[in-house]
C-alpha cells in the first residue's frame, strides 16, 4: 500500500463485503430451498433460514430420484457428469500436446494448414453450428453413449495454443542437447518435454474439468435415455415437469449437488486453477 | 507464425502426432461448419422432398425477418450489458482486493468460486430468486411498489438473464485484474504519491492505462461469453421469452433448427455467428501474438 487512507480501506473491506453478499446469497437461497419440506413453497417469501428437511431431501434424491419428471437417482447422474467431464478433460490433454509437439519442433508441408485448421475452431463454440454437429453424431450413431458426450468437445485449439506457448518458451538447448545425446523425437518428448510440462497440465486440467462438468446443450440434445443424463441437465428436465409446480426443495437440492464438485476442485486447487486460467487465456 | 531455431528432421512423425487432433477437428468441427455453408444456399420444400438451391435468399431472408433484426438487436443490448457490468464489477473487487495485505488471499478465495457453477446453476439460482409468485427479489420489489414479472414483462427478463450471466462471469474477470494489478510495479504509484497524487488520480492516469491489454483482453472474450456460451442461461429461464425480448442469436440458430426445423435459415444464422466468432478470434489472436513477442 503506498499510503495509509484508514477511509478507503474501509470502503474497500464494504465493497468486497457487498460483492461476498452478491456471490454467495443466490446459493444460500438455494442451499436453504433445498433444506425445506414441499410446503415452504406454496406462498411467498421463499424461507431464509435452514429448514428441518436436509437430510431427507438429499437421502430422497440419492434413494430414487425424482421419479415423477424421470430423472434417475442422483448418484447415476453424477456419475455420469463424472465421466464426461474426465473424459474430456483427459482427453482434450491427450490430442492437445502431441499436436503442440509437432507444431512446435517440426517442419513439415501444410504445417500451417494444420495451425489454421485447429486455430480456427479456437472460439468456435459447438452451439453456432449445433443442429450440423448433431447430424454428424447422429449419423455415427454415438447418441445416447458416453463417446457421444465427450468425443465431440475434445477437439479445442485452447488447450493446443496454451502448450504451443508453452513450448516456444522452452530453451532449444535442451533439445540440441538432447539430440546431441542421441534422443530421438519421442524420446525427447517422453522424458523432457513431458515432465516440463507437469505443471501446465495440471492446471489445464483442473479448467477442462469444470468445463466439462458445466456442459449442458450438448448432453440435453443427444442424451434420451436417462441412463445418461448428466446432472447439470437434469435439473433442467427436474424443472420443466408438465402441469405441475417444480419440487423446488429437490430441484435446489440438485443444483447445490450439480455446483459442489466443480466449486471443490476450484477451491481446493485454487493456485494451479489460477494459474490454469490466467495462462490458458493469455 | 514462430518457430524453434532446432528442429527434429522427420517426415512422417508430424503427420501421426496431428493426426487425432485433426480428425476430431476435421470431423465435429470443420465438416459440420461445411455443412452449415452449404446448407445456408439451399432451401427444402415443406415435407423435406425436394432442396433446391437458392443462393443468398436464406440470408437476404435473414436480414429482412424482423424476428431476427430483433434477435440482433436484443444480442447487443445483451452482450454490451453483460460485459460492461462483470469487467466493471471484476475491476472495482480487483481494486479492494489489492489495497488488503493480510486478507486478499480470503478474499479472492471467496469472491473466485462462481466460476465454477455451470451457467444453467447459475440461470436456476436466479430464476428461483426471481420466481414472481415465490421470489425473494420480487417480494421486496413489491413492498416497494414495484410488480416484478419476468414471465411479461420484456424488461425484466432481460434484467434477470443479464443479472444471472454477469454473476456467474464476474470472478472470472475479477482474477485477471488482479494478475493485471499485480504485474504494475508499485514503484509506479509510491513516486506518484510523493508527487501528490491522490487516489482516484492515480487510478485514472497510472493504473487503468496500465491495465488496458487486460480490460481489451476481457472486452473481447467476455463478448464471446455473452453471445455464446450464455445459451444455457437462457435456456434454463426466459427460453427466449416473452415477446421475443431475450431471444439472443445463438438461442435463435437452435429455435429455429431444432424446434421450428428450418434447417436453411438456420443454417445461414450459424454461418453469421461463426463469421462473427471468427472476426472475435482474428482480433484476440493479434493481441495475443503482440503479447508474446515484446
Known amino acids: 500500500m503506498v499510503e495509509n487512507r484508514p477511509l478507503l480501506t474501509l470502503a474497500a473491506h464494504l465493497v468486497l463485503i457487498g460483492g461476498l453478499v452478491l456471490v454467495v446469497f443466490p446459493v444460500w437461497l438455494a442451499f436453504v430451498a433445498s433444506t425445506h419440506g414441499p410446503a415452504a413453497f406454496m406462498a411467498a417469501p421463499v424461507p431464509l433460514l435452514p429448514g428441518p428437511d436436509l437430510v431427507k431431501n438429499y437421502g430422497a434424491l440419492i434413494a430414487s430420484g425424482v421419479s415423477t419428471s424421470g430423472a434417475p437417482p442422483i448418484g447415476l447422474m453424477l456419475w455420469n457428469s463424472l465421466a464426461m467431464a474426465l473424459m474430456i478433460s483427459i482427453g482434450k490433454i491427450a490430442i492437445s ?13 501444410f504445417r500451417m494448414l494444420a495451425f489454421w485448421a485447429i486455430f480456427i475452431t479456437l472460439m468456435l463454440p459447438v452451439e453456432v453450428r449445433i443442429v450440423p454437429t448433431f447430424k454428424v453424431v447422429a449419423d455415427l450413431g454415438m447418441l445416447n453413449s458416453y463417446a457421444g458426450l465427450a468425443v465431440p468437445l475434445i477437439a479445442s485449439a485452447t488447450a493446443t495454443f496454451l502448450f504451443r506457448q508453452f513450448f516456444l518458451t522452452v530453451p532449444d538447448e535442451l533439445m540440441e542437447a538432447a539430440r546431441v545425446d542421441g534422443a530421438g523425437p519421442m524420446k525427447f518428448f517422453r522424458d523432457i518435454l513431458l515432465p516440463l510440462s507437469r505443471t501446465n497440465i495440471a492446471a489445464l486440467f483442473v479448467i477442462l474439468f469444470i468445463y466439462g462438468w458445466n456442459q449442458y446443450i450438448w448432453p440435453l440434445l443427444i442424451t434420451t435415455d436417462p441412463g445418461y443424463y448428466t446432472i447439470v441437465m437434469g435439473i433442467k428436465r427436474m424443472v420443466d415437469v408438465a402441469d405441475a409446480r ?10 447445490i449437488l450439480a455446483m459442489l464438485p466443480p466449486v471443490v476442485v476450484v477451491v481446493a486447487m485454487q493456485r494451479l486453477f489460477v494459474r490454469g486460467l490466467v495462462e490458458t487465456e493469455k | 507464425m514462430q518457430t524453434k531455431r532446432a528442429i527434429f528432421a522427420s517426415r512422417v512423425l508430424p503427420y501421426w502426432l496431428l493426426a487425432p487432433q485433426l480428425a476430431v477437428t476435421l470431423v465435429f468441427f470443420l465438416w459440420p461448419a461445411a455443412q452449415a455453408v452449404r446448407q445456408s444456399f439451399l432451401r427444402e420444400d415443406a415435407f423435406g422432398l425436394k432442396t433446391s438451391f437458392v443462393w443468398l435468399e436464406n440470408y437476404t431472408r435473414l436480414f429482412h425477418d424482423p424476428n431476427y433484426l430483433n434477435s440482433l438487436k436484443v444480442t447487443v443490448v445483451f452482450a454490451a450489458s453483460v460485459t460492461l457490468l462483470s469487467v466493471a464489477l ?10 488488503m495485505i493480510a486478507s486478499s488471499r480470503l478474499y479472492t478465495t471467496l469472491l473466485v468460486w462462481p466460476y465454477a457453477v455451470a451457467p444453467a446453476v447459475a440461470g436456476v439460482l436466479w430464476w428461483f430468486m426471481f420466481n414472481p409468485t415465490l421470489g425473494v427479489i420480487p417480494y421486496v420489489l413489491e413492498g416497494l411498489g414495484y410488480d416484478w414479472n419476468h414471465l411479461l414483462s420484456p424488461t425484466d427478463a432481460m434484467i434477470l438473464v443479464v443479472a444471472a450471466s454477469t454473476w456467474k462471469q464476474i470472478s472470472y474477470n475479477f482474477l485477471f485484474f488482479v494478475a493485471g494489478l499485480q504485474a504494475i510495479p508499485r514503484a509506479l504509484g509510491e513516486a506518484a504519491a510523493i508527487d501528490g497524487a491522490g487516489p482516484v488520480k492515480r487510478f485514472f492516469s497510472i493504473t487503468f492505462p496500465l491495465l488496458s491489454p487486460t480490460t481489451f483482453f476481457l472486452m473481447v472474450v467476455n463478448t464471446v461469453y455473452a453471445m455464446f ?4 442461461v437462457i435456456h434454463a429461464t426466459t427460453e427466449g421469452n416473452p415477446a421475443q425480448s431475450t431471444n439472443i442469436l445463438v438461442y435463435k440458430v437452435y429455435v429455429d433448427g431444432f424446434l421450428g426445423l428450418n434447417l436453411g435459415s438456420s443454417a445461414a444464422q450459424s454461418v453469421v455467428l461463426m463469421a462473427i466468432v471468427i472476426a472475435l478470434t482474428v482480433i484476440q489472436f493479434r493481441y495475443i501474438e503482440r503479447r508474446v513477442e515484446y
Open chain 1, 97 to 109: 500436446v502431441p499436436s503442440a509437439f509437432a507444431i512446435v519442433y517440426f517442419r513439415f508441408p
Open chain 1, 246 to 255: 417444480p419440487q423446488w426443495h429437490l430441484v435446489m437440492a440438485t443444483a
Open chain 2, 90 to 99: 471484476g475491476l472495482l473487487f480487483a481494486l479492494a482486493v489489492d489495497r
Open chain 2, 229 to 232: 456460451d450464455t445459451f444455457p
